[in-house]
């Protein structure tokens, strides 16, 4: 499986030639994973010894469900923290390239938590393929907020009717990281129900948002149920956001709807908390964690949503 020729990068194809082990996540036909599967990614740089380099990992994994079966799988990125005495390091340079091959059988479920908390000086790429089966159900909730620079292609291609792909994604860009989502879904067969809502945060002058998604309703996929939107939030003058959302509809008997919107908040969001005594610095900072609770907030683990809102407050903490 993986990426296809005309689409995979020069990166998932170094993830393939580097790779030295896989981790495979395997449910059998109609069993149902007792307890979610937690595969934790740990990295760390190679130090200041002369002629270190740079410290590279290409991890690769592999998340099998048979017709029927049902899991839960959660992907967390994370650095070694550094010694308490040694708080004045900088923290972890490397770079990390990762693959997920994500095959679901005929009505078969997966709900995938996917974490981006990697060092803010790190490089982070991540390619996520998915293939899905008659009736089968794949559910995405992103958090991406590590990375100087972090980069997510998530490619997903429904493979027969009756399909149900749900994507929820949360990009995070602080001072000095650039945060780039490309996600591209492929609905060939009747029946198939796609949503998608990603939210995209900018809180400094030298942070960048990129978003690149692509919905492909072929002329087959009739009577498909398809919306994709997204919205960005710029809480810095000179932060940037590259929004490209992209509904492409062959198909003549479908219900699709599409949407984007880029802006600061506006001020009648801002006077319904004026008017009921609420401080304008407060009321910004609700307005902007109840913006990225929307997608955050349905990660369903209470020690990973803690760390996620924990990251999220660290990084908005100068923002508003």
């Not at 998932?12 to 934790?40: I, K, R, W």
């Not at 948002?209 to 692509?214: A, H, P, R, S």
């Not at 109840?290 to 903490?317: D, H, Y």
């Amino acid at each position: 499986m993986g990426a296809s020729e005309e689409t995979a990068t020069w990166f998932h194809q170094f993830n393939g030639a580097a790779a030295s082990g896989l981790a495979v996540v395997h449910v059998a036909a109609e069993a149902d994973a007792a307890e979610p599967v937690h595969l934790l990614y740990v990295s760390t740089s190679s130090g200041r010894a002369p002629g270190a380099g740079l410290a590279t990992s290409c991890p690769r994994c592999l998340i099998d469900l048979e017709p029927g079966a049902r899991a839960k799988v959660v992907e967390e990125f994370v650095p070694v923290e550094p010694e308490p005495e040694l708080d004045d390091e900088p923290p972890p340079h490397y770079f990390s390239n990762t693959v997920t091959e994500v095959l679901l059988g005929e009505g078969a479920a997966l709900e995938h938590t996917y974490v981006n908390a990697s060092s803010p000086a790190a490089t982070h790429l991540k390619g996520t393929f998915v293939l899905q089966q008659a009736r089968s159900s794949y559910r995405l909730v992103e958090a991406a907020l590590g990375g100087k620079l972090a980069r997510h292609d998530l490619q997903i291609r429904q493979l027969g009717p009756e399909t149900h792909t749900v994507m929820r994604q949360l990009c995070l860009a602080g001072e000095g990281q650039v945060q780039d989502l490309h996600s591209k879904l492929v609905l060939d067969h009747p029946g198939g129900e796609a949503d998608q809502l990603h939210k995209c945060i900018v809180t400094s002058p030298s942070s960048t948002g990129v978003f690149d998604g692509n919905v492909r309703v072929n002329q087959l996929a009739q009577q498909t149920d398809a919306g994709q939107l997204t919205r960005n939030l710029i809480l810095a003058r000179n932060a940037t956001i590259q929004a490209k959302p992209n509904l492409m509809i062959v198909a003549d008997d479908v219900a699709c709807t599409h949407g984007c919107s880029i802006s600061d908040f506006d001020d009648e969001s801002l006077f319904y908390f004026a008017s009921r005594g609420v401080d304008p610095l407060a009321a910004r900072r609700t307005l902007v964690k109840s913006f990225a609770l929307e997608i955050t907030g349905q990660i369903e683990f209470p020690e990973l949503l803690g760390r996620v809102v924990e990251r999220t407050a660290a990084t908005l903490k100068d923002a508003v």
